[in-house]
């Protein structure tokens, strides 16, 4: 609302003007304004001009202020008058818009952790209980620690730039030990580990690992966990029991998975685990086997000492088990229809 600016020295045309502005207020906001610029302590419009019946006569002294005294009775009736008209139409308006509380109100939506790092804390717990430590590493490693010490030879198919992704040019036939890469599982945190820890141990590696595949059961990005228990005396026997316990806990007591004989130049022997997919197919979940002397000799570690197992699982793979989904992609492509399900 905008008033009319007054003289310092208020005249009574001011005050009754000011006065026929409060049946125009559309608020007590409004009306509270009006009513500060009449009747103020210091600097009210009515409150100056009865300060000036001072320096009047006698005579003129009496007229002035039977004059005021009129204005002032006129600004507080029709004030006390809009008041009310205002407190009524805000009561007419909340008696029209009557609140039903007998009605639903809508669901509030709360935010929730994506299943995937939702399943790797279950992992972390699941191991946890069984006496595993967590660890995590670099998501960008080196050709040394993502292969040479993981006993992959020089040759290996695995090394192909066709497959891994390389943070600068490799040429073809060139080795490099510190050639930086995207690291294609999480077995270099296990170097990592045995290199800063003492046997014996146990632990768990989860995180991101990158290859150069993709289609409905391969992703150039996903996730995996390790697994590496070394002591004196540690068999096959040890690691079957630990993954078939881990493997009904995290995906089911009803689970239906197969072993196999399996290659990998870090385990000696080596084996693959695949579970039954989709009430079809077997769907390859886990590669394992006992450590290779190389690998243990490479992390100043006495093969004749000590030994152990190393199994590593793809999570989206458990995942996808776990809840009969039939393409990884889903995972990534943030659709709120596939995730509020979870």
């Not at 990592?192 to 290859?211: A, D, F, N, W």
């Not at 007591?253 to 693959?272: A, K, Q």
């Not at 695949?274 to 992390?299: K, Q, S």
Request: aromatic letters at 10%; proline letters at 5%.
């Amino acid at each position: 609302m905008s008033f009319i600016f007054f003289s310092i020295f208020p005249v009574s045309s001011d005050i009754s003007a000011l006065i026929d502005h409060i049946s125009s207020c559309k608020s007590l906001e409004d009306l509270k304004t009006i009513e500060h610029v009449l009747f103020s302590r210091k600097s009210g419009l009515l409150t100056l001009a009865f300060k000036q019946l001072n320096t009047l006569s006698p005579k003129e002294k009496k007229i002035k202020a039977k004059e005021l005294n009129a204005l002032k009775k006129r600004a507080q009736e029709t004030g006390n008058g809009m008041r009310e008209a205002l407190k009524k139409r805000v009561t007419d308006a909340a008696e029209h818009n009557v609140l039903d509380i007998t009605l639903d109100l809508p669901e509030e939506e709360h935010g929730h952790l994506h299943l995937i790092p939702e399943y790797i804390a279950q992992v972390e717990d699941v191991f946890g209980r069984l006496g595993f430590d967590v660890a995590y590493g670099n998501e960008i490693e080196t050709e040394e620690t993502n292969f040479d010490l993981l006993n992959f030879p020089k040759d290996h198919p695995a090394r192909d730039s066709q497959g891994i992704f390389y943070l600068c040019n490799k040429e073809r036939g060139t080795q490099s030990a510190q050639q930086p890469l995207l690291r294609a599982h999480t077995s270099p945190v296990q170097i990592h580990y045995m290199r800063t820890h003492t046997p014996p141990l146990r632990m768990i590696c989860p995180g991101k690992v990158y290859r150069k595949d993709a289609d409905a059961t391969h992703s150039p990005m996903f996730h995996q966990f390790e697994a590496l228990m070394i002591d004196t005396d540690i068999s096959l026997a040890h690691m079957k029991s630990i993954m078939e316990t881990a493997m009904r806990e995290l995906m089911g007591s009803d689970v239906e998975f197969r072993w196999r004989t399996g290659y990998f130049p870090f385990v000696e022997p080596g084996l693959e685990v695949d579970v039954r997919w989709r009430g079809a197919g077997w769907l390859e979940i886990a590669g394992c086997g006992m450590v290779h002397p190389n690998v243990l000799e490479h992390c100043d570690i006495d093969p004749k000492k000590w030994q152990g197992f190393a199994f590593g699982f793809g999570i989206e793979r458990m995942l996808m088990i776990k809840h009969h989904i039939p393409d990884i992609r889903l995972f990534t492509e943030g659709d709120l229809r596939f995730l509020r399900q979870f």
